[in-house]
């Protein structure tokens, strides 16, 4: 005899077992950025950051190839240096022109990304999804 309520029961537990996802570095994630703001050494205080009318602005982070896709540049940027805690994910990488810093929070997926160059800082907030690896990418 199949009783429904063991049926609840099971769809229940998948649904609490997705929304617990860990951000833990073990899957692709794709953040969308929030707001942010461009700091300036010569500003007292940081400028918000306007997007582009009709620009996807969602940045994907792959820690198996350690790559960093973002709709600004056309090539990756490298994730030289990754870990967890028991709180974030933490990702760093470096290019010749700008250094990087990202933390996603493991249980919930909101990112922190601060970019810095020789001119400023853009410092950025945002919520990542993790990447159904069975799926093609966007």
Known sequence: MHKPWLTSIALLSVTAATAAADFD?????????????????????????????????????????????????????PIQALGANTESLVMQGTTLQLVWSATVHRRTGRLTIVIADREGAYVIFGQCTLVDTALPPD
């Open 25 to 77: 570095g073990s899957q692709p994630m794709t953040c969308l950025p929030s707001q942010g703001h461009d700091c300036l050494p010569t500003e007292k205080t940081c400028k918000p950051l306007r997007p582009e009318s009709g620009k996807d602005l969602r940045m994907h982070f792959n820690m198996a190839t350690k790559s960093v896709r973002t709709p600004y540049r056309n090539e990756t940027l």
